[in-house]
């Protein structure tokens, strides 16, 4: 029999998300703030387009849902699976959305894929089969989302988010409260094992939900109050110090 130390087991691999679309069916109070696609058409240049869906299209599948996705612009049926590289993951198909509809990515995304030796490493396919997913910032504790194999996948959305808010234009309510208005409400909601930390970015409220087992961004378009706190309240970790 082996004896296996704790050196033994590997380090989690992280990989950044691109690629998710706000859906219809998703109530408003529970999105981070996924972009819709047709917000992010425009114009790319020919040789990195072609390098990106080559790219895209070559990912290695790694998590798979129960039901197909369709295409959030043509309704084109994309696939049930989820692509990695080894750095990032997205959904099957998006190179669909680049291809057919001219839907822009992030530039740092684009750029690793236009390096010559940029494929998968043989490594990696042998090695990336069924791991055990892990979704970064769960506040209401880390559960696992898919089976083990030797290691386990942090999947984090921040860079996503990020990008998303600031390439398409905000759209705030037409009366929304101040900022030290959202900044007070954020502190009254918060307790001593979660906070919402809001600042203003892109013309946004960018809120990091932080508790002891991780961190959620979220992005709130500038709104009133009732809107604020809906948003704000989905995301929050029970209070362990409030009595019924």
Partial sequence: MNDHSASDVRAPLRLNLIGYWASSAEEQEESPGWPNPTDLTGTWDPAEK???????????????YLGDANCRICNALLGCHEMTDGTWAWPQKLEHYVDVHDVLLPKEF???TQVPECGIAPSLRQEFVSPEIWMESSCGGRTPIGPTSGGAVVLNPNAWLDWAAGTIPARP???PITFQEASSLCSRLSHRQWQACIEERFGRWRIMCRCATGENLVYVERCRAEALQRRVLAWRY?????QF
């Avoid at 072609?50 to 798979?64: A, D, E, M």
């Avoid at 029970?238 to 409030?242: E, G, S």
Wanted: proline letters at 8%.
């Fill in 50 to 64: 072609q390098s990106v869906i080559k790219h895209l299209s070559s990912g290695i599948v790694f998590r798979r």
């Fill in 238 to 242: 029970p209070d362990p110090d409030l």
């Fill in 173 to 175: 309510a037409t009366d």
């Fill in 110 to 112: 684009i750029q690793s």
